[in-house]
């Protein structure tokens, strides 16, 4: 009996060893594994989308921490608001590490983290709101930024002022070397000095050390050659090259019967800007839905008089391109560019080589039934030239004469011509007979 007791009450014991282990468990011990979101490069719509899916994915599969491997130079103000909303609403704790930059866009993703944790090379900051042309941001833009800079630190416990140092050099910090008119940019030691860093790391792996993630269950989000050619098609560089390629291959096409190599590679380079927004996550298929009803106009244009519809199918298109860009000032600077090309081929086309556009002969009647052609629209009289006849009526200028027995309705020069006077014709137009009065002989 007493051996069955201590054999219960050791069962007992291993029991509930487990089930505090299960629930508290010691220090040191790892937990679930983690979802590692490379962030690299610029930061764009693209990777928006990107984390996006890999933060829902981490969300389903029941992953206990988020770590973003940070190298980036900074990117798009909006994309940065995307990425930052989506880390701030998800539950699962988010770590940003600083493998060696997060500037810009960047040091505002990071500091939307939880925890940071850099290493000695580690730069973040110098997140000054910048145009595309390299020129300042207007100054409501500015105040927003600040705004959100000033607010993401205080969310995270951080003091906003060194935030805020990042994106306005009014700020003097000179302890951080970041005086007047000078952007913070925070090295690794710095970050850890200030309190924007949690922790030091010389790798991935120390920092999944550090949060107590198991490495095994550790996964890594890689982006899909979608995510790789949208971001490509999506360059700022690439988009006039496809607009232009787009058009001008249309306009070509126009010049050669039939459909051939032009017209393909037109509607391919359309189909690869829309494919690009589209897998960027820039433009619905309400962009698509608009360019293809803008098509169709186009195409009933032909057909029906007037010119409205022509206009609001040249207009449906033109807005699908304005709604399937995060920058619609660079997409119609882009699409004048396409259009400059277009002229300055077409000219070229018609005025150098002579072509005429071979597709609008299948809806322009080119035909004619001309004399050279050996068609005739009515009896001519050009026999009659030359020879005399006589006034039946007078002629006032018109009347009838008689020429070799047959009667002719003629008209005369202008002059009254009395019945009875001799005439001789001098010119017919079709069937109009013109004679002049024969003067007598004395």
Not at 58 to 78: F, K, R, V, Y
Not at 158 to 178: C, F, G, I, Q
Not at 333 to 361: D, E, P, Q, W
Not at 410 to 432: D, N, P
Request: aromatic share 8%.
């Amino acid at each position: 009996m007493k051996a069955g007791r201590i054999v219960i009450v050791c069962v007992f014991f291993f029991l509930v060893s487990l089930t505090a282990g299960a629930i508290f468990p010691a220090k040191g011990a790892e937990t679930k594994g983690g979802m590692v979101i490379p962030v690299k490069d610029e930061v764009d719509s693209v990777m928006a989308g990107f984390i996006e899916r890999s933060v829902t994915k981490a969300e389903n599969d029941g992953l206990a921490h988020i770590i973003l491997d940070m190298n980036t130079p900074g990117g798009s103000l909006q994309a940065a608001l995307d990425i930052s909303e989506q880390l701030r609403e998800t539950k699962i704790p988010v770590t940003a590490f600083v493998n060696t930059r997060a500037l810009s866009a960047g040091a505002y993703i990071a500091l939307s983290a939880d925890s940071i944790y850099v290493k000695d090379q580690s730069k973040m900051g110098a997140a000054a709101v910048i145009r595309g042309n390299g020129s300042d941001a207007d100054k409501k833009t500015q105040s927003f930024w600040l705004a959100e800079l000033k607010e993401t630190a205080e969310s995270s416990g951080r003091d906003p002022k060194y935030a805020l140092a990042m994106a306005d050099d009014s700020v003097d910090l000179p302890e951080v070397n970041a005086g007047k008119g000078k952007l913070l940019t925070l090295t690794g030691e710095q970050a850890l000095e200030v309190g924007y860093a949690e922790g030091k790391a010389s790798a991935l792996k120390d920092v999944l050390s550090n949060l107590n993630v198991s490495d095994s269950g550790t996964q890594t989000a890689e982006m899909g050659f979608a995510d790789h050619a949208a971001r490509f098609l999506t360059n700022p560089a690439v988009i006039p090259i496809l607009l232009t390629i787009a058009l001008l291959g249309l306009l070509l096409e126009l010049y050669t019967p039939g459909f051939g190599i032009f017209g393909f590679i037109g509607l391919s380079a359309l189909f690869l800007f829309f494919f690009g927004h589209l897998a960027a996550g820039l433009a619905g298929m309400d962009a698509v839905l608009f360019f293809i009803g803008g098509i169709i106009l186009l195409i009933l244009e032909l057909f029906l008089p007037g010119g409205i519809v022509g206009l609001a199918g040249a207009g449906a298109i033109g807005y699908s391109f304005y709604i399937s860009s995060s920058n619609p000032a660079w997409t119609i600077y882009s699409i004048g560019i396409a259009l400059a090309v277009c002229v300055i081929a077409s000219i070229l086309i018609t005025r150098v080589f002579g072509k005429k556009m071979k597709f609008f002969k299948k809806f322009i009647l080119s035909d004619s039934t001309d004399t050279k052609s050996g068609y005739i629209s009515n009896r001519t009289r050009s026999e009659l030239i030359g020879k005399t006849g006589v006034c039946l009526t007078s002629l006032r200028p018109s009347g009838t004469i008689l020429i070799d027995d047959e009667r002719v309705d003629a008209v005369s020069e202008g002059t009254y011509t009395e019945k009875g006077k001799t005439v001789k014709v001098v010119k017919t137009e079709g069937m109009r007979v013109v004679v002049r009065e024969v003067e007598s002989a004395q």
